[in-house]
């Protein structure tokens, strides 16, 4: 078996592989995210008697942290054809991943998963998130605007506003241009909401989970605002996030809410130490908007 970074004539192949593996996820997410800006040099394959057996994708992303920005590789797709698992495919995919990461020189890698032992096997952290779901039903909305598809002036003013709020918060995601474009198409084509305030620039985006329940997956501006911000039907607020956040603390002290303790985000040292990483982001106040999970 070979691991080796993917060649571009092997698109159909891998999305092959990932359909099988991800067999809910729509197809639609592969498609869009595979050959995203940086394929086919941020995928790596395990290729078996000239069949890709194994895939992992490496997403670049710079995060804020208490000084300057830092480069990350954001781990995805990572996947194993079903009659190879358990013989450490995914394993030596992430391993060269790792070595990938550390000639290239990414600080640090970071990624979503559920499947805890398999990833602090391989060398990422478990970072703790919350999750809050807050109970909104009957509270009057005023003073909003829905946008189904901001124009270039009003996307401008949602990168300012993002930018001059997330500086406060190490771990989140410096957006260029792209990345915008990238994430929030997708999800206004896919139903979410994208609410602003029509008496300041504080922004919210909802991604609808079902009736009247909505996930927050970005915010920017005046937490005091988002009353004003709500979808017209929502009863139930989802929201990712740190118990000091700013959102979080406004919605906690207006309405009843459950907390759950989720384990959702991983970080793994790659050029830094531990030590150091920590000290660059976790000591600061830190966030990490569903918006940018990759
Ligand atoms: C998770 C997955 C990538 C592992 O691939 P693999 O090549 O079998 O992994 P390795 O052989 O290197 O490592 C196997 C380890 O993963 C764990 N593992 C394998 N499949 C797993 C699964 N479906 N759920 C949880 N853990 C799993 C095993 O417990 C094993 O751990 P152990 O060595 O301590 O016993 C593979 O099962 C897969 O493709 N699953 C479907 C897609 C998926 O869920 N991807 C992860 C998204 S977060």
């Excluded at 891998?14 to 729509?26: G, H, V």
């Excluded at 995914?90 to 998963?113: H, N, P, Q, R």
């Excluded at 401008?156 to 506003?161: E, I, V």
């Amino acid at each position: 078996m070979i691991i080796r970074i993917a060649k571009k004539e092997e698109l159909e192949s891998i999305l092959k592989l990932l359909y099988s593996c991800f067999a809910k996820t729509p197809k639609e997410y592969f498609l869009r995210f595979v050959p995203e800006r940086e394929f086919p040099g941020n995928s790596v394959v395990a290729v078996d008697s000239g069949e890709i057996v194994g895939y992992v994708q490496v997403y670049t992303r710079y995060l804020r942290t208490s000084k300057d920005p830092v480069k990350v590789g954001g781990i995805g797709n990572v996947c194993t054809k079903k009659t190879m698992r358990g013989k450490g495919v995914a394993s030596k995919l992430l391993s060269y991943a790792t070595s990938y990461m550390k000639d290239i020189g990414y600080e640090a890698s970071v990624l979503f998963a559920s499947k805890h032992k398999f990833y602090v096997k391989n060398g990422w952290k478990l970072v703790m998130t919350y999750h809050y779901e807050f109970d909104v039903g009957g509270i009057l909305k005023s003073s909003h605007e829905v946008i189904n598809k901001p124009d270039d002036t009003l996307l401008k003013d949602l990168m300012k506003t993002s930018e001059e709020f997330n500086k406060d918060f190490a771990f989140t995601v410096v957006r260029d241009e792209y990345l915008w474009n990238f994430q929030l198409e997708y999800f206004l084509k896919k139903g979410s909401i994208l609410i602003k305030s029509s008496t300041d620039e504080t922004y919210v985006l909802f991604d609808k989970v079902n009736d009247g329940v909505y996930n927050l997956l970005d915010f920017a501006g005046n937490p005091s605002k988002i009353l004003d911000l709500l979808p017209e039907d929502s009863k139930k607020i989802l929201f990712f996030s740190k118990p000091c956040h700013p959102v979080t603390e406004y919605l906690a002290k207006n309405f009843p809410y459950t907390e759950k303790e989720h384990v959702l985000i991983f970080v793994k040292p790659i050029k830094t130490d531990e030590k150091s990483l920590d000290d660059l982001i976790f000591t600061k106040r830190w966030h990490y908007w569903a918006f940018d999970m990759f």
